[in-house]
């Protein structure tokens, strides 16, 4: 299984509590609640910004994804700006594979 590194901060992890949250609502309307999702939202939600970078999985990645495209529409929606959400979207896109990051 592919592994992969989020450089994390602050933001990014509330976006991601909040994005997760909406995601398990949105499920449990439709009474399909998904255990893999409550599990990353417990480790999304216990992760030390110490560590600096968020190991995934591709199941994940894709999990963290939809729910932030579902916040994003709920955002556009309300005719609110949407801009932050598509850089954290991006970055999720395009994650790190190797746990060193040069620069």
Not at 84 to 103: C, E, L, S, Y
Request: contains cysteine.
């Amino acid at each position: 299984m592919t592994k992969y590194y989020l450089k994390m901060d602050n933001i990014m992890k509330n976006m991601f509590v909040v994005a997760l949250n909406d995601e398990l609502q949105a499920q449990n309307e439709q009474d399909e609640c998904l255990e893999e999702t409550k599990a990353l939202l417990k480790k999304v939600s216990e992760y030390d910004l110490a560590q600096k970078r968020l190991q995934i999985t591709a199941g994940e990645q894709r999990q963290i994804r939809k729910a932030l495209n579902r916040l994003r529409s709920k955002y556009l929606a309300a005719g609110r700006y949407s801009d932050g959400i598509d850089k954290i979207i991006i970055q999720v896109a395009k994650p790190n594979t190797t746990r060193h990051m040069f620069w």
